[in-house]
């Protein structure tokens, strides 16, 4: 059971932000198992385990025996290879999936920033989805009006912003909806690298924006196959290997064993310069 509690007097009067996770699966039936050995040959080798429910139904493992506990100040990345169990992590996390066994207990505004079209609407204004959106995202009308300017400015979509979000292009669209999401105070912020089709200029000037959203939240679980992005946002880094915890620890140490020493070497050095920058500034 999922137990996701986004009351607007989380932090403000003090009540405790957290995610906590016991032994909690995801399990996705597969109806039509005629083709079952081809599944079994694909599905094998791209996510979770491959099972029968109580029903003798073929199911999908997507997620088993999660046990989390996080805090306000965490900052967790998450590392495996696609397919692994990120993803569905964070949807587990989100409460839009329930866990089919064990538990999932969150408690604080959850910000997802991984649908990045969920709560937009096509047949309307760029400014009226900022609206739509920041609401979705936990926010209040009034705190969306208040950041309309500094949004329309980030996302340099200009008059395209009064006419119809359907006369957008994809990169368009990232653009609104990082604009929105990065200008949210989120309590837990559920993030994954994979989010848009945009210029790398674009992308450049958006991870500034996601470095000061990550300052403001109160929990980051963030999924990323950037190290370096990992290191810059992150304390601590959980591998996730088809659908199970496989090591939790330091970023170094959970990036050495899935990537190897290169890799470890590569986070040594991005945290080595992140902390004489931040000698530098003090």
């Known amino acids: 059971m999922t137990s996701i509690d986004n009351g607007a007097n989380a932090r403000g009067l003090n009540k405790a932000i957290s995610i906590d996770t016991h032994d909690a699966c995801v399990d996705f039936p597969i109806f039509d198992a005629k083709s079952r050995s081809l599944k079994k040959a694909f599905l094998g080798k791209a996510g979770g385990t491959i099972g029968l429910n109580d029903s003798n139904l073929v199911t999908i493992e997507a997620l088993r025996d999660i ?71 936990g926010m209040t ?23 119809p979000l359907r006369t957008y292009s994809t990169g368009m669209r990232v653009r609104l909806a990082m604009g ?57 880094a959980m591998w996730i290997d088809h659908g199970h915890i496989r090591q939790r620890g330091s970023i170094e140490e959970v990036v050495g064993a899935y990537e190897g020493p290169d890799a470890a070497a590569h986070v040594r050095r991005v945290l080595a310069e992140l902390e004489r920058d931040e000698r530098a500034r003090g």
């Open 141 to 163: 009308r009034k705190q969306m009006m208040e950041r309309m300017d500094d949004i329309a400015d980030f996302t340099e979509l200009g008059e395209y912003l009064n006419m």
């Open 180 to 236: 929105v999401v990065t200008s949210i105070d989120p309590e837990i912020l559920l993030l994954d690298e994979g989010i848009g089709a945009v210029d790398a200029e674009f992308m450049k000037k958006a991870r500034i924006r996601l470095q000061e959203l990550v300052s403001r939240a109160g929990i980051l679980v963030f999924a990323s196959h950037s190290n370096e992005f990992l290191a810059q946002l992150c304390t601590s």
């Open 67 to 137: 046990t989390l506990s996080l805090r306000d100040g965490d900052r967790i990345g998450l590392v495996g290879h696609n397919g692994a169990g990120k993803s569905t992590l964070l949807r587990l996390l989100a409460g839009i999936y329930e866990p089919t066994r064990g538990s999932a207990t969150i408690r604080g505004r959850v910000a997802p920033v991984f649908d990045l079209g969920v709560g937009m609407d096509p047949e309307i204004s760029g400014y009226e989805n900022i609206i739509i959106r920041g609401l979705f995202l």
